[in-house]
Structure formats: C-alpha cells, structure tokens
C-alpha cells in the first residue's frame, strides 16, 4: 500500500526555519517526481514544488522560489521541504504528494499533511 | 501562470441528482499535438488530503465510481456526478497541468440538500 507520512510542523518564529520529511512507503520512491502543495486552512491548494526522480529537474513557485529548498535521499525512501525566512502567510497544512506515473503534474497520492504555523 | 476559476462556489444537491461542478482556465490547457486537456479533478472530504479522481480532464482514476466524470475542452471543463451520494460530499478541485506553475481552482464545496 503506497503511504506518504509527513513529518516537521509545528509553531516558528517569522524569519525562522523549519525543514519538512515526508517519508514515503509501499513504492519504488526512486521512480516518481515528487510534490509538495500545501492548503492554507479552509482555503484551497497551492503547489510549490516539484523533483524528479534524479534531482536532476526542479521546480518552484514563485512564492517560495529562493527561500525553500526540494529535496531527496531515495535511500532512506524520503523527500524533504526546508523553509527559510517564514512568513505569517506561509502558515498552512504541508503536502508532500506523488507524480501519477502517467504525466507530469498530476497528483496520485498525498500524505496527510503537516501544519506549520508562522506567528510571533 | 495560468488561473483557474470555478463555479458555483456552493451547491446542495438532492439524493441520487445529478452534481456539476464548471471549471475555466485563463488560456487554453489543450495541447494540439496529443489531442490532450490537461484538466485533473480533486476530491477532498473533511478532515482529509486531497483525492484524484479525473486526469486528462476526462479519464477517470481507478477506483474511482462511474457516477464521476469529467468533460471539456479548450479552457473549460466539467466535472459531473450523475447521482449524488452521500459519501460525495466534499470540495471538488479542479488543476491544470499544462504549464508550471501547476494551479487549482478555489474549491466547489458540495452537500446534500
């Protein structure tokens, strides 16, 4: 059974750092590009960043393009977000979610999801 | 990038009625070459991450009951649930994943009437 599992929420300062995992099981993880989309509570979703299965090819959103950083170790089956220089409008509900085999950009599988909230 | 909008913002359906739920793009999210839109359609229930129910604006994922589907071309699409269970009810996203950065529309929250 495929399971995503999101790790690394949790309350920081604005400017502070966190750094996300989403440990992934019951696939190959080295065979998929992988995703992180958040959702501000109550409010929709919003995708940030993607790697593929190498590293070779990532991409970001422009909100958090120079400030979060993708990243990958297959060998321990995980995909990390790491967060610099938070804002209060970076509070939501973190994602880590799959690439369907079959394109790019659709979204199969997600983790349960990890709340960060930005507040002094 | 490339909005999504979505409408109604709201519906309550009766029992076993038929739900529709209309997704636009700001641009067109078909590509000539492979005759492909490039519409994928979400499910999320309360409480709960988002679920995948519809790629290729109209193909439905496995698993996915027959009662969804979806429809469109150019830059507006639909997503239909022929008969309105109770287990439907959610918000319903729709994507593009034409260009990134890959976006959504606002959620169309569906109840029972």
């Known amino acids: 059974e495929v399971q995503l599992v999101e790790s690394g929420g949790g309350l920081v300062k604005p400017g502070g750092s966190a750094r996300l995992s989403c440990q992934a099981s019951?696939?190959?993880?080295?065979?998929?590009?992988m995703n992180w989309v958040r959702q501000v509570p109550g409010r929709g979703l919003e995708w940030l960043s993607s790697?593929?299965?190498?590293?070779?090819?990532?991409k970001y959103s422009d909100s958090v393009k120079g400030r979060f950083t993708i990243s990958r170790d297959n060998a321990q089956n995980s995909l990390f977000l790491q967060m610099n220089s938070l804002r209060p409008e970076d509070t939501a509900v973190y994602y880590c979610?799959?690439?369907?085999?079959?394109?790019?950009?659709?979204?199969?599988?997600w983790g349960p999801g990890t709340l960060v909230t930005v507040s002094s | 990038d490339i909005v999504m909008t979505q409408s109604p913002d709201s519906l309550g359906v009766s029992r076993g009625e038929r739900a529709t739920i209309n997704c636009k793009s700001s641009?067109?999210?078909?590509?000539?070459?492979?005759?492909?839109?490039?519409v994928a359609w979400y499910q999320q229930k309360r409480g709960q991450s988002p679920k995948l129910l519809v790629y290729?604006?109209?193909t439905r994922q496995s698993g996915v009951p027959d009662r969804f589907s979806g429809s469109g071309s150019g830059a507006d699409y639909t997503l239909t649930i022929s008969s309105l269970q109770a287990e439907d009810v959610a918000v319903y996203y729709c994507?593009?994943?034409?260009?990134?950065?890959?976006?959504f529309g606002p959620g169309t929250r569906v109840d029972i009437k």
């Open positions: 979610a799959r690439d369907f085999e079959l394109t790019y950009g659709v979204f199969d599988y």
């Open positions: 019951g696939f190959e993880l080295t065979a998929f590009t």
């Open positions: 790697i593929t299965a190498s590293s070779s090819f990532i």
């Open positions: 641009q067109s999210v078909f590509y000539s070459s492979n005759n492909k839109s490039y």
């Open positions: 290729w604006a109209s």
């Open positions: 994507q593009q994943y034409y260009s990134s950065p890959f976006t």
